[in-house]
């Protein structure tokens, strides 16, 4: 599928991924994002979509992973052979799985952390105040230590972070993982207001009723391979989409608020999961796609990278 009617920013054309030289990772995988895109990658675990994220970041190398075949351009640009720092300068910025905050830094210190490589004090304060109108709950946090901001502050200061550069491009892995469905709504506003600033997203996720509600296009990964692809509301009214990824059996009954009424335990945190993270069936129907707000300003263009966004975590291959 290519990237529609936008000028392609991003293409993986065939791309072959194998760990530790014997675990093939991807098979073949082919893909286009288009400038001002939001693009989703779905899949269970172990589907290779994290793994993608790596290989066009250039931080594969980092969890055993190389690129045996394929190609990747950002802008027309061979990403093969760079670094996860030159990439980063090129506006590609990679927020992976798991937050991989400070925790011992405060807020302010990540959101500096974040800009380090950004030239001159003035760029660097409108990339934090930039960050601090996306996420009002941060300007408020801005000197408590990450470690004790909730798992939805926590992951709107990984966002944050990543948006210290002003990326033309965003890789966000699994940003709804463990959060209670009214946090992702929020997390997915915060996305779709990214997007509206002229921020492309490739945005990797389980939770597929929320990546189709807020992506343009979509791609289903399945043991390292692309299975779907297509239009994102095409595939989200088609039955295998719906079969595998949307079908929900055995919901409780909904409260009040439209969610199951044990949702809301006294007690337990407002923005966390308040169980093991259910399966994705179950999370999905229940979430409904948040109204965008606008009138923030766009990313300036000129301003560097931001530091640690390469970071993705260590562990198998996903």
């Known amino acids: 599928m290519v990237a529609g009617s936008q000028p392609k920013l991003l293409d993986v054309g065939a791309l072959e991924v194998v760990y530790a030289g014997v675990v093939q990772a991807l098979r073949g995988v082919t893909m286009s994002v288009g400038a001002g895109q939001v693009v989703a990658v779905l899949g269970s675990n172990g589907a290779g979509k994290s793994t993608l994220l790596r290989a066009v970041s250039g931080t594969l190398g980092m969890h055993g992973g190389k690129v045996t075949a394929g190609a990747l351009r950002f802008d027309g640009a061979e990403l093969a052979g760079r670094g996860a720092a030159d990439i980063v300068r090129l506006g590609l910025v990679h927020v992976p799985e798991g937050r991989r905050i400070f925790g011992r830094l405060t807020v302010e210190e990540n959101l500096r952390a974040g800009g ?19 996420f009002p709950r941060l300007a408020e946090r801005r000197d408590a230590r990450a ?17 210290m550069s002003a990326p033309r ?22 996305i779709k207001e990214i997007n509206a600033q002229g921020v492309s ?14 992506s343009e296009a979509a791609y289903v990964l399945e ?47 407002a923005d966390e999961a308040p169980r093991e993270p259910a399966s994705p069936a179950r999370t999905l129907s229940r979430w409904q ?30």
Not at 116 to 134: F, H, K, Q, T, W
Not at 293 to 302: D, H, K, M, Q, V
Request: avoid cysteine; charged fraction near 20%.
């Open 289 to 318: 796609p948040p109204p965008a707000r606008r009138g923030l300003p766009r990313p300036r263009a000129g301003v560097g990278a931001a530091a640690g966004s390469g970071g993705a975590h260590a562990g198998e291959p996903q």
């Open 223 to 269: 043991l390292g391979r692309t299975s779907l692809s297509g239009p994102s509301a095409e595939l989200a009214a088609s039955d295998e989409v719906a079969r595998r990824y949307l079908a929900v059996a055995g919901e409780p009954a909904p409260g009040a608020d439209g969610l199951p009424a044990d949702d809301h335990a006294p007690g337990e945190p």
């Open 116 to 134: 380090m490589s950004v030239r001159g004090r003035a760029a660097r304060a409108r990339a934090r105040d930039r960050v601090y109108e996306l």
């Open 201 to 214: 997203v490739v945005l990797v996720e389980q939770n597929a009723a929320m990546a189709l509600a807020i």
């Open 147 to 163: 470690v004790l901001l909730s798992g939805g502050e926590q992951q709107m200061l990984a966002i944050g972070r990543g948006l």
């Open 169 to 190: 491009m965003l890789l966000l892995d699994e940003p709804s993982l463990g959060l209670a469905p009214q946090v992702i709504g929020k997390i997915a506003a915060a």
